[in-house]
């Protein structure tokens, strides 16, 4: 399928599909690109000749037909718009989204999800979901009697002084998404929901203090995979915070009952951004008897790859999409229905061409990587 025919449309050109447009390029990879938007602020790294410009109220056809796949790097609210085009063109879907409602949708339209005959689906591609889950698969995979699987996330800024400690680095709308939705877990074997916002703990990682609470849709379809599929009693996702953090979002969200369209508003207007991030990935897989636990511990910081600067959160959402569109383009996983990470072996994933900067050790200097390294 890889060949000078393929050409990829991304959806969005905001600071995450703008990165993966950037990775691309930067990369190497023989695809011709088109990305798309609204605006005429497109990022000063975009070429023009591919660019294309959306007219308002947007018509997804005009950039879905034709392409060998579609890349969703819109806000979580225009899934099922975008993706309604790409099944009328029969055109791959691959999206970062931590939203669930495409994946009801796919079910209340289409009937079971896991059926062969819809054009090719990946959803929750990207850091969490995305490589999040293809770690924790790994892990479990390791465990003779597999028990508990902790996920636990943060994207943070480097430095903050304000009472929140945190400054943002990406999408307000989706921070405030995850903060309120219903978060899926497993409790004692069986698939759950839990409020956002709960399951409150402490947590140190490389001798640092955090706390973490439950957060809506970065496990992706891993919840309901490993229900069906594993032995696992216990599994969630929780984001990382800095301390005092928490105290602050449940008085805004719990105790004040702001509308959603409100809390918005203050994490775009009122928060401060930061190119200074830094994202924290923490994985861990434990079993019962003899067996041991595992664990993946990793902390991201801003970087220059292949000439360009990126964030941690930009970079490690691209890649994680960008991996799964170049094993999907060179056959490494079937062309189909739909497709979760979490099917994903994770040394396939290590093995491409961008999907070394996720090795554990930082060793991206040679694709000879082992999972028991």
Known sequence: MLNNNTHIGIVGAGNIGSSIYQLIVSAGFDYKLSIADITDDKHWSISDQDYVKLNVPVNFDNIVEGKTLII?????????????????FNVPYFDLSEDCELD??????????????????MAHCGLAPGMSSVIANNLVSKLKNPKTVK????????????????????????????YMGDCEVIRRGE????????GYEKLTLSGKEYEAFNTSGGIGSLARTLSENSNVCDLDYKTVRR???YNYVDFLFNDLQLSQESLTEIFKSCIPKTRKDVVILYVSASGEGSDDEYTYCKTFKPQTINGRPLTAIEYTT???VITMVELFLTNQIKNKGYVTNEE????????TTLGKYYREHDNIN???????D
């Open 243 to 245: 301390i005092g953090h």
């Open 151 to 178: 996920i636990r996330v943060g994207a943070l800024s480097q430095n903050s002084s304000n009472k929140l400690r945190y400054y943002t680095s990406w999408s307000g709308e989706g921070l405030v998404n995850e």
């Open 344 to 351: 994903i072996p994770l040394t396939t994933a290590l093995n």
């Open 366 to 372: 040679t694709h000879d990587y082992r999972e028991n």
């Open 318 to 320: 691209a890649i994680g």
């Open 191 to 198: 698939f759950s929901t839990e409020k956002a916002l709960s």
């Open 72 to 88: 969703n790097a819109l806000p979580f609210s225009e899934n099922i718009n975008l993706y309604k085009s790409c099944c009328k």
């Open 104 to 121: 009801k949708y796919i079910s209340d339209h289409m009937g079971d999800i896991s059926r062969q005959d819809i054009p090719f689906t």
